[in-house]
């Protein structure tokens, strides 16, 4: 979730990721992640990023039941909206289940885990500052 210099560069070898507009069938979307190799086998989550420009990044996970994203931040603000199951966030001073039909937001550099409840699949939105960008 981390920016690196080389994104921009980035943008340029998958133009579709940035165009003007995009429209997504979600319910299409997490069939495909479910036949990924590293959900098959492997970590039992798999990923994919359906928007990506220089200060927004909208990513698509799936992750299996019980499995987990261990300590990670990111350097702008995000937002999870779980559209299957259920994801709990540890954070560091609570712990908070977002559960399919919920939104949660987090500031920019909050350290958190994230856990599939159950089987589930939510969007990774991340925003960064102008200055940033």
């Known amino acids: 979730m981390h920016r690196h210099e080389d994104e921009d560069s980035s943008l340029t070898r998958l133009p579709e990721l940035a165009q003007p507009m995009l429209q997504f069938d979600l319910a299409a979307e997490i069939e495909h992640l479910r036949r990924e190799e ?10 994919r ?7 927004f990044r909208i990513v698509l996970v799936a992750m299996k039941a019980a499995t987990e994203m261990k300590e990670h ?9 779980t559209i299957i ?10 712990t908070v289940e ?3 039909g919920h939104l949660l937001v987090l500031d920019r550099c909050i350290t958190h885990d994230v856990e599939a409840v159950e089987e589930s699949a939510f969007l990774l939105t991340i925003c960064w500052p102008e200055d940033a960008a």
């Open 98 to 100: 977002v559960p399919a």
């Open 85 to 94: 199951g259920n994801v709990r966030l540890k954070l560091p001073q609570q």
């Open 49 to 55: 990023t359906l928007v990506k420009q220089p200060d």
């Open 73 to 81: 931040r990111a350097d702008g603000r995000i937002s999870i909206q």
């Open 38 to 47: 590293s959900w098959q086998r492997g970590t039992g989550r798999s990923s």
